[in-house]
Nanobody
Framework: EVQLQASGGGLVQAGGSLRLSCVASGFTLDDYAIGWFRQAPGKEREAVSC??????????ASFVRGRASISRDNAKNAATVTLAMNSLKPEDTAVYYC??????????????????WGEGTQVTVSS
Protein backbone atom coordinates (compact mmCIF):
# COMPACT_ATOMS: atom_id res chain seq x y z
CA GLU A 1 0.00 0.00 0.00
CA VAL A 2 1.35 3.39 -0.98
CA GLN A 3 1.44 5.83 1.92
CA LEU A 4 2.98 9.19 2.71
CA GLN A 5 3.47 10.18 6.30
CA ALA A 6 3.88 13.77 7.34
CA SER A 7 5.13 14.62 10.82
CA GLY A 8 6.61 17.46 12.81
CA GLY A 9 3.61 19.68 13.27
CA GLY A 10 2.63 21.13 16.59
CA LEU A 11 1.91 24.26 18.55
CA VAL A 12 4.46 27.02 18.30
CA GLN A 13 4.53 30.68 19.22
CA ALA A 14 4.70 33.36 16.57
CA GLY A 15 8.28 33.83 15.49
CA GLY A 16 9.11 30.22 16.22
CA SER A 17 10.28 27.42 13.95
CA LEU A 18 9.20 23.97 12.87
CA ARG A 19 10.58 21.17 10.74
CA LEU A 20 8.10 19.04 8.88
CA SER A 21 9.15 15.66 7.52
CA CYS A 22 7.61 13.43 4.89
CA VAL A 23 8.47 9.78 4.40
CA ALA A 24 6.95 7.19 2.11
CA SER A 25 6.07 3.55 2.48
CA GLY A 26 5.07 1.17 -0.27
CA PHE A 27 7.11 3.01 -2.86
CA THR A 28 10.30 5.00 -3.14
CA LEU A 29 10.23 8.78 -3.26
CA ASP A 30 13.43 8.95 -5.31
CA ASP A 31 11.62 9.38 -8.63
CA TYR A 32 8.93 11.73 -7.42
CA ALA A 33 8.56 15.45 -7.07
CA ILE A 34 7.38 16.23 -3.57
CA GLY A 35 5.27 19.11 -2.46
CA TRP A 36 4.11 20.55 0.81
CA PHE A 37 0.63 21.99 0.81
CA ARG A 38 -1.52 23.48 3.51
CA GLN A 39 -5.18 23.99 4.19
CA ALA A 40 -6.59 26.32 6.77
CA PRO A 41 -10.19 26.05 7.97
CA GLY A 42 -12.56 27.43 5.37
CA LYS A 43 -9.84 27.90 2.81
CA GLU A 44 -8.69 25.99 -0.23
CA ARG A 45 -5.61 23.82 -0.15
CA GLU A 46 -2.60 25.73 -1.39
CA ALA A 47 0.96 24.91 -2.34
CA VAL A 48 3.68 25.93 0.10
CA SER A 49 6.85 24.53 -1.43
CA CYS A 50 7.91 21.82 -3.85
CA UNK A 51 11.11 20.03 -4.75
CA UNK A 52 12.07 18.03 -7.80
CA UNK A 53 12.96 14.35 -7.68
CA UNK A 54 16.69 15.02 -7.27
CA UNK A 55 16.44 18.21 -5.23
CA UNK A 56 17.88 20.36 -7.98
CA UNK A 57 14.79 22.51 -8.42
CA UNK A 58 12.69 24.04 -5.68
CA UNK A 59 9.99 26.64 -5.49
CA UNK A 60 8.19 28.48 -2.73
CA ALA A 61 4.92 30.27 -2.40
CA SER A 62 5.34 33.98 -1.95
CA PHE A 63 3.95 33.86 1.57
CA VAL A 64 6.80 31.61 2.81
CA ARG A 65 9.63 32.74 0.58
CA GLY A 66 12.57 33.65 2.78
CA ARG A 67 11.05 31.83 5.77
CA ALA A 68 11.11 28.25 4.54
CA SER A 69 13.58 25.77 3.14
CA ILE A 70 12.72 22.49 1.49
CA SER A 71 15.22 19.68 1.13
CA ARG A 72 15.31 16.01 0.47
CA ASP A 73 17.56 13.12 1.29
CA ASN A 74 17.34 10.33 -1.25
CA ALA A 75 20.35 8.53 0.11
CA LYS A 76 18.55 6.73 2.86
CA ASN A 77 16.49 3.56 2.39
CA ALA A 78 13.38 5.71 2.77
CA ALA A 79 13.77 9.10 1.15
CA THR A 80 12.79 11.96 3.41
CA VAL A 81 11.63 15.40 2.41
CA THR A 82 11.90 18.13 5.01
CA LEU A 83 10.29 21.54 5.14
CA ALA A 84 11.92 23.86 7.65
CA MET A 85 9.94 26.96 8.48
CA ASN A 86 10.93 29.87 10.67
CA SER A 87 9.49 33.22 11.65
CA LEU A 88 6.12 31.52 11.83
CA LYS A 89 3.02 33.67 11.84
CA PRO A 90 -0.49 32.95 13.13
CA GLU A 91 -1.67 32.93 9.52
CA ASP A 92 0.57 29.91 8.92
CA THR A 93 -1.83 27.88 11.05
CA ALA A 94 -3.15 25.03 8.91
CA VAL A 95 -2.97 21.34 8.28
CA TYR A 96 0.16 20.67 6.27
CA TYR A 97 0.21 17.85 3.76
CA CYS A 98 3.00 16.29 1.78
CA UNK A 99 2.21 14.94 -1.65
CA UNK A 100 4.07 13.17 -4.41
CA UNK A 101 3.85 13.52 -8.17
CA UNK A 102 5.48 11.17 -10.61
CA UNK A 103 7.51 9.37 -11.50
CA UNK A 104 8.77 12.58 -13.09
CA UNK A 105 11.95 14.53 -13.67
CA UNK A 106 10.12 17.83 -13.82
CA UNK A 107 8.87 19.95 -10.98
CA UNK A 108 5.17 20.28 -10.42
CA UNK A 109 3.58 22.11 -7.56
CA UNK A 110 -0.10 21.96 -8.34
CA UNK A 111 -2.59 20.14 -6.17
CA UNK A 112 -4.25 18.56 -9.20
CA UNK A 113 -0.93 17.14 -10.39
CA UNK A 114 -0.08 15.21 -7.24
CA UNK A 115 -0.62 11.46 -7.29
CA UNK A 116 -0.30 10.59 -3.63
CA TRP A 117 -1.22 12.47 -0.48
CA GLY A 118 -0.36 12.01 3.16
CA GLU A 119 -2.85 12.56 5.95
CA GLY A 120 -1.42 15.85 7.11
CA THR A 121 0.03 17.30 10.25
CA GLN A 122 -1.44 20.21 12.18
CA VAL A 123 0.60 23.36 12.59
CA THR A 124 -0.77 25.92 15.01
CA VAL A 125 0.96 29.23 15.53
CA SER A 126 -0.17 31.23 18.53
CA SER A 127 0.11 34.99 18.70
Amino acid sequence: EVQLQASGGGLVQAGGSLRLSCVASGFTLDDYAIGWFRQAPGKEREAVSCISYNGAITNYASFVRGRASISRDNAKNAATVTLAMNSLKPEDTAVYYCAAAGPTTSLTCRTESMNYWGEGTQVTVSS
